[in-house]
């Protein structure tokens, strides 16, 4: 049973879009929630990471969108550039047991100049 | 630059055969992890290791072995046992206890494909 749920699986937008990745999770137990970038060929990247006392948090042109009862979590990235495209993967996992992390199934971004 | 080294890029192994993807890190971490990539079904958990001389077994063991005989290193084995072996292999580290503040920091992989 996969712990985390992500989607879409691809994604197309135009520079300066907001493309929107959305994360569903089951185990109300977890409070710690992070997204991952990744290019080809290399590892994931710590992009930004949210716990559940807020509902919203900004780095630069990316937000984490958190919604505790419907047990949702979000990014949003802001005046989207063709740089940003590659994969992103949410994440979580229990603060007493971070050795964890259930990660969702990725989704692929492409931003067209 | 501290950062985790995977070696080789890719790897191609036959039918039976054992072989071991390296990892290396420069950054003090003391955790480490093991995580295979396919497409679609995101990362999961092979084997993870807080300290030395000591591992436990992710969400997928069953055909891998690995071990942790210094701080630095944490190499897998996929044994001939693993029956699907082909796929992406992320190696990764972090502070005991502590990833909520620093993350995993992700060595850039190993491909390996079975011939």
């Known amino acids: 049973q996969q712990q985390v749920k992500q989607s879409p699986q691809s994604l197309i937008v135009q520079k300066g879009g907001i493309p929107i990745i959305n994360c569903a999770y089951e185990n109300t137990a977890f409070d710690y929630f992070p997204w991952y970038q990744q290019f080809p060929g290399k590892g994931p990247a710590l992009l930004i990471a949210?716990?559940?006392?807020?509902s919203e948090k900004k780095e630069g042109r990316f937000t984490i969108s958190f919604n505790k009862s419907a047990k949702q979590f979000s990014l949003h990235i802001m005046d989207s550039q063709p740089g940003d495209s590659a994969t992103y993967f949410c994440a979580a996992s229990k603060e007493d047991n971070f050795n964890k992390f259930y990660f969702g199934s990725g989704t692929k971004l492409n931003v067209k100049p | 630059d501290g950062g985790i080294t995977q070696s080789p890029k890719y790897l191609f192994r036959k039918e039976g055969q054992n072989v071991t993807l390296s990892c290396e890190q420069n950054?003090?971490?003391?955790?480490m992890y093991w995580y295979r990539q396919d497409p679609g079904q995101g990362l999961r958990l092979i084997y993870y290791?807080?300290?030395?001389?000591?591992?436990q077994k992710g969400d997928i063991a069953e055909g891998y072995s690995v071990s942790r005989e210094k701080k630095e290193s944490f190499p897998l084995t996929v044994t001939s046992a693993q029956k699907n072996p082909t796929a992406f292999y992320l190696c990764?580290?972090?502070?005991?206890?502590?990833?909520?503040?620093?993350?995993?920091?992700f060595g850039s992989g190993t491909r390996l494909t079975v011939v």
């Open positions: 290791s807080q300290i030395v001389n000591d591992f």
């Open positions: 950054l003090n971490h003391d955790a």
């Open positions: 990764a580290s972090s502070k005991t206890g502590d990833p909520a503040n620093y993350g995993y920091t």
């Open positions: 949210i716990r559940p006392d807020v």
